[in-house]
């Protein structure tokens, strides 16, 4: 059964350093999304892309994130100038055509930012 | 502002036992409802989906209902198993767009043999 993949399982960086985090999607879907979840806290949404591009983005999304499709297959998540409070676990997900948006996560990067 | 409300403390029930967990919202006009089970450190993952037209759906052991007038969701696990424990999370979403489903905390889940 095709899953959503995500590189590394762990991240560990000094503040201020910038992190990539990778993402591989369900190939025949079209819609991409990353959102975060603090520990102990609910999962909130980060960014939407589709068609090569941003579809929607949170007030989270600030000028330190952004989001690439480099190939046909990754997905990545750049924080440039990493906080303490970007400490969480981050997902990636992606969604085919079908409406109703069910949605496919992988399992996930742990970022701790020293 | 939009709430999603789901029961903060845990529930334990007895294995064979079924477990109803519930969604409450307010302000919010949704299209989808989606129920998720997440277990620790993993990402969630999909279970079941509404719509708001629909009053009902079924899943093998898992059922959902959808009042829209009450702004609630009922998600039940009939025949409950140990293997069942997790945190499930209601999940809303609006038609059109990227349908970007806005989470609730989730309630956990703890089925004892």
């Known amino acids: 059964e095709p899953e959503v993949t995500q590189t590394p399982s762990h991240q560990v960086t000094q503040m201020g350093q910038e992190v990539i985090l990778r993402c591989v999607p369900i190939s025949n879907h079209l819609y991409f999304y990353w959102y975060r979840q603090i520990l102990g806290q609910k999962v909130e949404f980060l960014v939407s892309?589709?068609?090569?591009?941003?579809?929607?983005k949170s007030e989270i999304f600030d000028d330190q994130f952004s989001v690439e499709r480099p190939d046909g297959s990754n997905f990545t998540l750049k924080i440039r100038s990493t906080k303490l409070e970007d400490s969480a676990m981050y997902f990636c997900?992606?969604?085919?055509?079908?409406?109703?948006?069910?949605?496919?996560f992988g399992p996930g990067t742990r970022l701790t930012v020293l | 502002s939009q709430k999603i409300e789901q029961n903060s403390e845990a529930l334990n029930i007895q294995e064979g036992k079924t477990a109803t967990l519930t969604c409450n919202y307010t302000?919010?006009?949704?299209?989808?409802l989606q129920w998720y089970r997440q277990d620790p450190g993993r990402g969630p993952v999909f279970l079941l989906l509404i719509r708001e037209n629909e009053k009902e759906k079924r899943k093998e052991r898992l059922k959902v209902t959808f009042d829209t007038t009450l702004k609630q969701s009922l998600f039940h696990i009939t025949a409950s198993q140990p293997a069942d424990s997790a945190t499930y999370l209601c999940?809303?979403?609006?038609?059109?767009?990227?349908?970007?489903?806005?989470f609730g905390r989730g309630t956990s889940l703890i089925v004892h043999p």
């Open positions: 302000n919010y006009s949704p299209a989808y």
């Open positions: 997900a992606s969604r085919g055509l079908a409406g109703g948006g069910e949605q496919f």
């Open positions: 999940a809303l979403q609006s038609s059109g767009g990227s349908y970007i489903p806005t």
């Open positions: 892309f589709y068609n090569n591009e941003i579809s929607e």
